[in-house]
């Protein structure tokens, strides 16, 4: 039963799992024909494509007949799997490093590898920290794990970070590490060319490029045919997905690829992040509202609610123009659960700047948001231009502020929902209590609910809104 996982802790369903602070170790629980020798343990940091590229370095792995553990004890291979959004990411992930050096120093066999965006942004540094890692391996380069491993394995230091501009992985099978069989990230795209002045992914991910639809449909498929019911199409900006099919001279744009997923099976919700408000077009939301297993919600990062900081940051937005696309999105779906992400006190924002921040969540009302203090990443447009000017008071202040205003405004989103009958995609046991299940809501949010007989994991069922805080929702199952 080689193909049995267990995963520790991460729930791939939760989209607030995105926090870059998160980290995860992976496991399958082995036995049997085929055992292997050697065993991988994996952490991975980072955003959900992050979580997904972990699969696809599972995959490569499980074809060189490694077998994986939660217990890093028990490794010949450790690989970290990493990010670099903030700077505070990457202190995570090097306090990790220094952590392994004593179990180098004990177990000589072990190898240590970085992967992610880390590797990407720094792997001079990496390797100049001589005893920490033995291969350094760019979110490009997981089809050299083979090679790369076999070299660092012969005493030699293991690199490839080279970026490309083709490479989606899109033949790789990856190992899905959840653990219920009801929910699958699947990678739609790769890379960014937006870059968005404060945003290191452009340099740690490359150029934008869109996987072939046929191959996303096929992976689709198999997993509604291993009994998945939920899939989200990742990529860093979905909206500016387009494949043009050599061969029957066919363009698919992200409204598309939507609709083609969609038509797969009734039962099979669909989920996607992330938008971006520049990008998301009308014939989207359309696509969104045609089909009723399109969830109706929309990551739609702002960052700022002033446009000036917007023209720094390089967005392509203005105030005005995301403020009427939220009207646009809920002219089309009344009821679209909407989040965004927001950064505090970038280069040279005012007090009366920051303001205007405030002012936009009031008048979109955001379901949930993430905040961030801005962090300077080496090398970005805004490093090499601006000045990190904002003082870190400052900057921790305003994001307090817009945290304290969202929390007033997930609280009221969360009360609007009780006495509302929600369909609810059963993903698992509450974390409480086994008594009750949790799963969420078309809108994202998550209910906790007592179970029912006949009811199972990957099942639908209506789901009475009876109490809210502003994190979770409780209900009861209707009949
Ligand atoms: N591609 C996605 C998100 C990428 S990173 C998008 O465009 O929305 C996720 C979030 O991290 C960003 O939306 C932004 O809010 C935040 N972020 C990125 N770089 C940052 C930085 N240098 N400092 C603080 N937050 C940052
Ligand atoms: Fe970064 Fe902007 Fe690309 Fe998002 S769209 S990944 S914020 S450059
Ligand atoms: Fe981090 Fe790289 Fe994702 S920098 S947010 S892991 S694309």
Redesign the pocket.
Known sequence: MRDKITQKTFNPLALEKKI?EDKQGMAYSGEGEGESERLAYIET???Q??FSDTEIVASVLKEMNYGFTTEESLADLIFIN????REN?ESKVWNRLRSLRQAKKQRPDLLVGVL??MAERLKVKLLEQEKLVDMVVGPDAYRDLPRLVSEAGGGQKGVNVLLSREETYAEIAPVRLNTNGVSAFVTIMRGCDNMCTFC??PF??GRERSRDWQSIVNECRDLVENGYKEVTLLG?NVDSYKYHDEETGENCSFAGLLEKVALIHPDLRVRFSTSHPKDITEEVLYTMAKYENICKYIHLPVQSGNSRILELMHRGYTREWYLNKIKKIREIMPDCGISSDIITGFCSETESEHEDTLSLMKAVNFDYSFTFAYSERPNTPAAKRMKDDVSEESKKRRLQAVIELQNIHSKESNLREIGKIRKVLIESNSKRSTNDFCGRTDQNKMVVFPKKEGLNFGDYCLVKITESSSATLKGEICV
């Open positions: 870059e940091y980072g955003c494509m992050n990493t990010c670099s959004i990411a992610g965006c290191v992914v740690t991910r860093q």
